[in-house]
């Protein structure tokens, strides 16, 4: 019986991915990568030779139904982001609804994600928390971040490095320069970097420190002392 295996992958230290996570590799027939390169470069570090074929945001649409008449011709296909989890802004969620809907049986292995040791080691409450991704870049921005600005809970956002310092200026506008603030970057990796601070004090930081890599950012509940 066909089969959608969701597989999380090293967010950065090749050593974050689980036996399970290996075996299910090894065991499948077709894998399904957002960047090819990348995936082939996780495989030859297992020594796993497979089939690999490009499944990205900006093919997604077009060659949905081809995948999933692959999806149908095999036993086990495998589906992968770059780092982290599929589907957790990253493609995943089309297939994912897809296979639903046509009674192929999804099922998604527990494995590595940047928001969890990012909000863990924030220092910030992570009992409840809103995970808002990556935000709009134009559209509708202004109004996430005033939502963000007004939430009890901890939010949690996604940026690229050279939008980080502007996403802290509107932190800054929207919330208030005393917002607190924490940016984890490089996760797992050599330079893993926190930055814990008003969201005044980490954006001047990176002013001067422009940042590699992409970041995550927790923004501390408005009702947080």
């Not at 192929?104 to 991704?133: M, N, T």
């Not at 506008?173 to 008003?198: H, Q």
Request: charged share 30%.
């Amino acid at each position: 019986m066909s089969k959608l295996y969701i597989v999380p992958t090293p967010i950065g230290n090749l050593e974050d991915i689980t036996l399970r996570a290996i075996r299910v590799l090894k065991e499948s027939d077709l894998i399904l990568a957002e960047d090819t390169r990348v995936t082939k470069k996780l495989l030859n570090s297992l020594e796993i030779s497979k089939p690999i074929l490009s499944f990205h945001t900006h093919n997604e649409h077009k060659i949905l139904s081809g995948v999933i008449d692959k999806i149908l011709s095999n036993n086990s296909t495998v589906l992968v982001s770059d780092a982290g989890t599929p589907g957790i802004s990253d493609p995943g969620f089309l297939l994912i609804r897809e296979c639903i809907l046509k009674s192929i049986k999804v099922e998604c292995l527990p494995g590595p994600v940047a928001l969890i040791p990012a909000i863990v080691s924030s220092g910030f409450s992570c009992d409840r928390f809103v995970f808002e991704g990556f935000l709009p870049h134009k559209k509708g921005r202004k109004k996430r971040l005033e939502e963000i600005g007004a939430e009890n809970k901890t939010s949690i956002l996604y940026e690229s490095p050279h939008r980080l310092v502007k996403c802290l200026n509107q932190i800054v506008e929207f919330m208030g320069e005393d917002r607190k603030v924490c940016v984890a970057r490089e996760l797992t990796k050599l330079y893993e970097e926190f930055k814990r601070g008003t969201a005044k004090e980490i954006k001047e930081y990176y002013e001067k420190n422009p940042p590699k890599g992409e970041a995550v950012i927790i923004i501390e509940g408005k009702d947080k002392k």
